[in-house]
Nanobody
Framework: QVQLVESGGGLVQAGGSLRLSCAAS????????MGWFRQAPGKEREFVAA????????LYAESVKGRFTISRDNAKNTVYLGMNSLKPEDTAVYYC?????????????????WGQGTQVTVSS
């Protein structure tokens, strides 16, 4: 099991940028695939991006492709989500998740451990 703590959320104007971080504690972080999900008020949690254990493979939701970038630093036990050209519809609580597998997934149920989330609000 890994413990995950997200940070970096906040209030930003449309068109702006943020970088979220997710720090993991626990052993063997480098053997976990990682993902980012988000949940807007009144909506279900949805996939944003995922990255394989070594960073070699990434997946993105169509809604964020070309604007968001997922990356990881296994030496620091941290995964990042760079977000550019933010839109009001990106407003949500963003969650980091860990999957005990080498490959990431867009399916929420494939992830084993979750962080508490960080709020991102994009004003128009």
């Amino acid at each position: 099991q890994v413990q995950l703590v997200e940070s970096g959320g906040g209030l930003v104007q449309a068109g702006g940028s943020l970088r979220l971080s997710c720090a993991a504690s626990g052993r063997t972080f480098s053997s976990y695939a990682m993902g980012w999900f988000r949940q807007a008020p009144g909506k279900e949690r949805e996939f944003v991006a995922a990255i394989s254990w070594n960073g070699g493979t990434t997946l993105y939701a169509e809604s964020v492709k070309g604007r968001f970038t997922i990356s990881r630093d296994n030496a620091k036990n941290t995964v990042y989500l760079g977000m550019n050209s933010l839109k009001p519809e990106d407003t949500a609580v963003y969650y980091c998740a860990a999957r005990r597998h080498y490959s990431g997934s867009s399916h929420l149920f494939r992830y084993d451990d979750w962080g508490q989330g960080t709020q991102v609000t994009v004003s128009s």
